[in-house]
T-cell receptor, first 115, second 111 residues
Framework: SAVISQKPSRDICQRGTSLTIQCQVDSQVTMMFWYRQQPGQSLTLIATANQGSEATYESGFVIDKFPISRPNLTFSTLTVSNMSPEDSSIYLC????????????FGPGTRLTVL | DAKTTQPNSMESNEEEPVHLPCNHSTISGTDYIHWYRQLPSQGPEYVIHGLTSNVNNRMASLAIAEDRKSSTLILHRATLRDAAVYYCSTGSYNQGGKLIFGQGTELSVKP
């Protein structure tokens, strides 16, 4: 199994600012993902964080708004840029091996409130 | 990406079995079916996954229809700690296993 930590656990930000969320995995993993969970909703995949290359974004999400870095096999960051109140959500990091059979583990999430 | 459909909520009595259904009629032949559950203020927790055959582990059982268009998560004896939102998802084998989540079923357990 993998243990995933996220920083910060929560934050309150002003409109127009940016926040970078960090995700740390306690073991080397192949795949890392970022999800958004809006209040009372399910999880929506934002992007796959690729090590050493640009992230792969899902439909409706763009790099300018959600830049992602993954400098090594255990660490990734997600930045929420030029925030608006609509960005208020929980942002979750997850990690797994490459095989489709591998279990995906999730971090505890970062609760973001934009005023 | 295969879409999944689940009932919004279900109720169960403590120590009784619970059957949580999921429809995934557009699932491809290589997609796995994954189940996760989420307690309030926590990240999702892995429950079980499978491809074609029924699967059992210490937490639950997964029954997969022969045509793979639906599946059922079975909790054999519900406890109060099983009260959570249960998500059915499909994982693409060929895209690194990214998961597409359904809307989830909120399970409440009555003592």
């Amino acid at each position: 199994s993998a243990v995933i930590s996220q920083k910060p656990s929560r934050d309150i930000c002003q409109r127009g600012t940016s926040l970078t969320i960090q995700c740390q995995v306690d073991s080397q993993v192949t795949m890392m993902f970022w999800y958004r969970q809006q209040p009372g909703q399910s999880l929506t995949l934002i992007a796959t964080a690729n090590q050493g290359s640009e992230a792969t974004y899902e439909s409706g999400f763009v790099i300018d708004k959600f830049p992602i870095s993954r400098p090594n096999l255990t660490f990734s960051t997600l930045t929420v840029s030029n925030m608006s109140p609509e960005d208020s959500s929980i942002y979750l990091c997850s990690a797994k091996g490459y095989s489709g059979t591998d279990t995906q583990y999730f971090g505890p999430g970062t609760r973001l409130t934009v005023l | 990406d295969a879409k999944t459909t689940q009932p919004n909520s279900m109720e169960s009595n403590e120590e009784e079995p619970v059957h949580l259904p999921c429809n995934h009629s557009t699932i491809s032949g290589t997609d796995y079916i994954h189940w996760y559950r989420q307690l309030p203020s926590q990240g999702p927790e892995y429950v079980i996954h499978g491809l074609t055959s029924n699967v059992n582990n210490r937490m639950a059982s997964l029954a997969i229809a022969e045509d793979r268009k639906s599946s059922t998560l079975i909790l054999h004896r519900a406890t109060l700690r099983d009260a959570a939102v249960y998500y059915c998802s499909t994982g693409s084998y060929n895209q690194g296993g990214k998961l597409i989540f359904g809307q989830g079923t909120e399970l409440s357990v009555k003592p």
